[in-house]
Every structure is written in C-alpha cells, then in structure tokens.
C-alpha cells in the first residue's frame, strides 16, 4: 500500500541554523500539507499546498518558513533561523482531494 | 475560530470493557471528521472518517458517531484489549483547503 514518507526521522540542530525537512508524497496526490506538534501539546496545522502554490497558512507560518515542491516528487519544508520553539514532530501529510488526509511517520526536530 | 476539545484527557481501563471517548467542536460548519490513533512518539493512523452528512461509520470494533447540529462526536470502542493502548485524536475539516483542526486528545490505557 503506498505511503508517506518523510526524511529524517530526527534532527538535531543549533538555534539559528537553516534546516528542510523532506517528505515524499504518495505518487498521485494533489493537495500537500504540514503539520507540527509540540511535545505534549495539540497537532497543528501549518500549511497547505496544491497547484505549486500555498493555499492556506496558519499564523505560526511565517516568513521563516517556507514550502516547496521542487522537483514533482518530494515537498519540503524549510525552516530558515530556527529557535528553540521550533523544537517539535513535524508531519507531512497528502491527499488526492481536500476531504481526507495521509500522514507521514513525522520528522522530530531538536533545536539546541 | 473552530475549537476542538476532547474529554476525557485520560482514561485508564480493564482489558474487555467498552469505552466511549468524547469530541466536541465549536463551529457545526465542518466538511468531515476524522478520527486518529497516536502511539508515543508516532505518527496518525486514520481510524475512522464520518462525512458532515452520515451519523456514524463502523471498523471492527470501533464505532464513530457524529451529530453536527450539537457539535458532538463519540469514538466507541467495543471489548477494549491492551493493543488499544494509545492517544485518540479527533479533528475536523473546514474549508476546501483540506486543513483538519485537531483536539489535544485522549490517552487510553487497557490493562491485561
């Protein structure tokens, strides 16, 4: 059964570095989608992608984030300077129409 | 702004009892409402998956019902077994973008 897949499994970096998390969407999808989830605290919504374009942002989705699908395969997500806050399970998520949802097994993300 | 709040936070159980787990959302504008397992430090297993316009969806022995107009869904689970141990996140969709809104979930524990 096809599935999501995202890469690492876990990073560990220094607050201020840049970092991409990658994910690689099953083959048909349209619609792309992360999400984060602090430890202990609710899964959130951070942006969703369809068309190459973003189609909707949360308000943590700010102008140190950024997406792309650079190559019609793998969707990434960049985190530019990282802060501690950024420390979280971040998941990829995609999908064929907007009504339902595949998640990936999540990248855990120690900002240090 | 769409809440979704889930009671109980934690639920400990013998092995063999039926258990209910609650979700309440604010806003009855939803397209769908998803149910989800979480083990530690997992990603989302989509359980069930209930349309704005079904009352409930059945898999095995779980069993999730939705009523709209009160903002209200139950995830039954039957003959509960240790292998049930886990979070139970619950989340709807809104809009057309695909994003889902989660609860912060409901951590069951079966004992044998």
């Known amino acids: 059964e096809p599935e999501v897949t995202q890469t690492p499994s876990h990073q560990v970096t220094q607050m201020g570095q840049e970092v991409i998390l990658r994910c690689v969407p099953i083959s048909n999808h349209l619609y792309f989608y992360w999400y984060r989830q602090i430890l202990g605290q609710k899964v959130e919504f951070l942006v969703s992608f369809y068309n190459n374009e973003i189609s909707e942002k949360s308000e943590i989705f700010d102008d140190q984030f950024s997406v792309e699908r650079p190559d019609g395969s793998n969707f990434t997500l960049k985190i530019r300077s990282t802060k501690l806050e950024d420390s979280a399970m971040y998941f990829c998520?995609?999908?064929?129409?907007?009504?339902?949802?595949?998640f990936g097994p999540g990248t855990r993300l120690t900002v240090l | 702004k769409q809440e979704v709040t889930q009671i109980p936070a934690a639920l400990s159980v013998p092995e063999g009892e039926n258990l209910v787990l609650n979700c309440s959302f604010t806003?009855?504008?939803?397209?769908?409402l998803q149910w989800f397992r979480q083990d530690p430090g997992k990603g989302l297993t989509s359980l069930l998956l209930?349309?704005?316009?079904?009352r409930e969806q059945t898999s095995g022995r779980l069993n999730a019902s939705l009523d709209k107009s009160s903002g209200r869904s139950t995830l039954y689970i039957a003959a509960s077994q240790p292998g049930d141990s886990a979070t139970y996140l619950c989340a709807v969709r809104t809009g057309n973008t695909g994003k889902l809104i989660f609860g912060q979930g409901t951590t069951l524990q079966v004992k044998p």
């Open positions: 806003d009855s504008a939803i397209y769908n």
């Open positions: 209930i349309q704005s316009s079904q």
């Open positions: 998520a995609s999908s064929f129409d907007p009504y339902t949802q595949y």
